[in-house]
């Protein structure tokens, strides 16, 4: 019998440790590796290390940092952050964010093998997402404030991750744009369905491009099927100059104010384009609202997690997934009352019914100051109410019996009126024991005075 296998020892890399690869593209390759910081602590990051093939020519190595430096500036929700540019033995590498979910291809792909398509407000949330960040991108400044015009250049589903928590994440900010400047058509294989049909020419860019191919990402989704790509490079080429087909053609119920959106963004002159990000962004979201899409990103995480239930963590090796984490995966999407339910197991009627019957108590400070101790003899009568304080403003509320309320029903809402204190009929006279018992009005029996000279010795006689 076949034995598990174990994973590979995480092997040094500078000031990082290698765990195990991720993926291997045309010029890079990416690997989960670990940071280890003062006292023990780690941190998970993606290590991205340019091919070997690459690593020698200068010019590509002077792009790959200059444009890993830019962006390295970029912070954003809606950005996959580079926190760390540097080179260890002559590889140069970058030092990304580590992201536990899925891709948009990946995503797609799993919604086809089930026989759907994504449901139009995940596919606007992750739309709405793409625009916000290519917008930060378009408009990102330097230190000084001078305008960095960046453009992505690679908007595609396989570069738009969607997290486990429904964020969704733009990716290759870095090498993505050096590749494009790159004269070999075979360095873009596999992206040429998503370019814009002046990038396509080769041509200059600017940042409609990247709203062209948002759309393009857009359309795809909401279809179901793809829109440029053919079998060879030149025809899907000559498909984006031809231009986008309607996606109505496709799917004859499709709301024709969201086709008039995506139709805009793919036209092929960019003079008829949105002019940026934004102006996408606000029309998706305007069309969110006024059709009352449920746009949620805890919907969206639950049907990310519905897709893929038992490889939430997959991108982590068998050592570093825990129980609870394997278990919150694998537990299906519920309500937010069931969640909670399952946290604090606590019967919710019978707390709200203790705080409904609660007995104010305000307003009875001066009878306690009064009548202290005949509180005191009566409270003694009702030993399942227990001692209370004399000056108690907010007491807790009383505690439910030992035996099941039957005769209360689940929803009852009216307050059971506690039992009233009756003040005792006066004694007649006053306790001698207890002068704090005695009535205040009442004026004291003193002796009368007597006369100076009857207190001398020789006066002493027995009181009148």
Same mark, same amino acid.
Request: charged share 25%.
């Given at each position: 019998? *076949? ?13 990082? /440790? ?11 390759? %990416? ?44 912070? #954003? ?16 590498? =970058? $030092? ?12 797609? &792909? ?33 230190? /000084? ?6 453009? #992505? ?11 486990? /928590? ?34 396509? =020419?080769? @041509?200059?860019?600017? &940042? &409609?491009?990247?709203?062209?191919? *948002? ?10 099927? @793809? ?13 984006? @100059? ?16 969201? /086709? @008039? ?18 102006? =996408?962004?606000?029309? =998706? ?72 019957? $609660? ?9 306690? %100051? ?9 409270? $003694?009568?009702?030993? #399942? #109410? ?12 009383? *505690? ?40 205040? *009005? ?10 100076? $000279? ?11």
């Amino acid at each position: 019998m *076949t034995g598990a296998v174990e994973p590979p020892e995480p092997r040094r890399f500078g000031k990082y /440790e290698i765990i195990r690869p991720l993926a291997v593209g045309g010029m890079a390759e %990416l690997h989960l590796a670990r940071a280890v910081g003062l006292g023990g602590s780690e941190e998970l990051t993606v290590i991205k290390r340019i091919l070997a093939a690459h690593a020698a020519d200068p010019a590509f190595v002077r792009m790959f940092l200059t444009e890993a430096r830019i962006a390295a500036q970029l912070h #954003h929700s809606n950005i996959a952050h580079v926190h760390d540019v540097g080179c260890v033995d002559g590889t140069y590498y =970058l $030092a990304m964010e580590f992201l536990r979910g899925r891709d948009v291809r990946e995503l797609a &792909r799993a919604a086809t093998e089930r026989g759907e398509r994504i449901p139009l407000e995940h596919v606007l949330s992750i739309g709405i997402g793409m625009c916000a960040g290519l917008q930060h991108v378009h408009t990102a400044t330097d230190a /000084e404030g001078r305008a960095l015009q960046l453009i #992505h250049r690679d908007v595609s589903p396989h570069n738009v991750f969607v997290t486990y /928590e429904g964020g969704v994440k733009l990716l290759d900010f870095g090498v993505a744009k050096a590749a494009t400047q790159v004269t070999e058509i075979g360095m873009l294989k596999g992206k040429l369905g998503y370019m814009s049909p002046e990038q396509s =020419l080769a @041509r200059a860019v600017d &940042r &409609r491009t990247d709203v062209f191919s *948002t759309a393009t990402v857009l359309w795809e989704l909401t279809t179901g099927v @793809r829109l440029f790509a053919r079998d060879g490079d030149k025809q899907t080429l000559l498909a984006i @100059r031809r231009g986008a087909p309607r996606p109505s053609t496709v799917v004859p119920d499709y709301p024709p104010e969201l /086709e @008039r959106i995506l139709m805009r963004g793919l036209a092929t002159d960019r003079d008829d384009r949105y002019g940026s990000a934004e102006e =996408l962004q606000l029309e =998706l979201e305007r069309f969110v609202r006024e059709h009352g899409l449920a746009v949620s990103s805890i919907s969206f995480s639950r049907y990310v997690r519905g897709l893929f239930p038992e490889d939430e963590l997959a991108v982590l090796p068998a050592n570093d997934r825990t129980a609870s984490s394997r278990a919150t995966a694998a537990r299906p999407a519920g309500s937010v009352a069931s969640a909670v339910g399952e946290s604090l197991p606590i019967d919710l009627s019978e707390l709200s019914r203790s705080a409904a019957v $609660a007995p104010p108590r305000l307003g009875r400070t001066r009878l306690a %100051l009064v009548l202290a101790p005949v509180v005191g003899i009566i409270a $003694a009568a009702w030993p #399942h #109410h227990g001692p209370r304080p004399a000056l108690e403003e907010a007491p807790t509320p009383p *505690t439910a019996p030992a035996a099941p309320p039957v005769t209360r029903p689940a929803l009852d809402l009216v307050p059971t009126p506690p039992p009233r204190l009756v003040e005792p009929t006066p004694p007649l006279a006053p306790p001698p024991a207890s002068p704090s018992s005695t009535r205040p *009005t009442r004026p004291r029996v003193r002796k009368p005075a007597r006369d100076p $000279a009857a207190m001398s010795p020789s006066s002493a006689g027995p009181p009148r």
